[in-house]
């Protein structure tokens, strides 16, 4: 499809193990975004990359949390030793860029990848 | 960014025009005003925004103050599939480098009852 796409939808997790969620943006978009949704709460901001440098990582809540995206499209948000805090709804935006926000404001999100730890 | 104040929840009827409202006293004037909703299960989607005149599009309306410190967003006959959590996020936008990231609140939660 043309949406952003993100993998798996869904993840169980033993507490300690490593778990990587993938984020595919709209082709040709700039700016990606992750979030953090806990239940019942709004997303929370983690991390954002414009092409692959990522410039802003300041709603990283641990270096546990670490996200990459070396060719400016895939991203993967990887969390290493997994705690049951960390269980939460991932979501992943993508914009066409920063000139263009100003157009639209349009930030097109994914339907996240649910993380629960055990 | 400022900080938003909005309802906790709301009903409205089938077909009745959703009038959702938004405190943001604190705005200041290079900030927009964005509305984003999110359906069960769903990643948010993007509604409307504007920075001081009505906005209007095909999913909504928005009506900002004059003085800027609240806005509605307006949906003109709701429906069933309206129902969602609606953010109301105000935001700089500018073309320098930086972070564009939203700071979602905890949203009006909007009912359509049949």
């Known amino acids: 499809g043309a949406g952003v796409s993100q993998s798996p939808r869904y993840k169980v997790a033993k507490r300690g193990q490593d778990v990587a969620l993938r984020c595919d943006p709209i082709?040709?978009?700039?700016?990606l975004f992750w979030y953090q949704q806990a239940l019942g709460q709004g997303p929370e901001f983690l991390t954002y990359?414009?092409?692959?440098?990522?410039?802003?990582k300041s709603g990283l809540p641990s270096d546990r949390f670490f996200a990459e995206r070396p060719e400016g499209s895939v991203s993967t948000l990887k969390i290493q030793r997994t705690q049951q805090e960390d269980s939460a709804v991932y979501l992943c935006a993508s914009s066409l860029g920063v000139a263009a926000e100003t157009r639209t404001g349009e930030l097109f999100f994914g339907e996240g990848s649910r993380l629960t730890v055990l | 960014d400022a900080k938003t104040t909005q309802p906790t929840s709301m009903d409205c009827a089938e077909g009745r025009a959703a009038n959702l409202p938004c405190n943001h006293s604190t705005i200041s004037g290079n900030e927009y005003v964005y509305w984003y909703r999110q359906i069960h299960s769903q990643g948010p989607q993007y509604i409307i925004h504007g920075l001081k005149n009505n906005e209007t599009n095909e999913m909504a309306s928005l009506i900002i103050t004059e003085d800027r410190k609240s806005s509605t967003l307006i949906l003109p006959h709701a429906t069933l599939r309206d129902t969602a959590v609606y953010y109301c996020i105000v935001r700089v936008v500018d073309s320098g480098a930086g972070s564009y990231q939203l700071t979602f609140g905890k949203g009006t939660k909007l009912s359509v009852i049949p």
């Open positions: 990359f414009q092409n692959e440098a990522q410039l802003d």
């Open positions: 082709s040709g978009h700039v700016s």
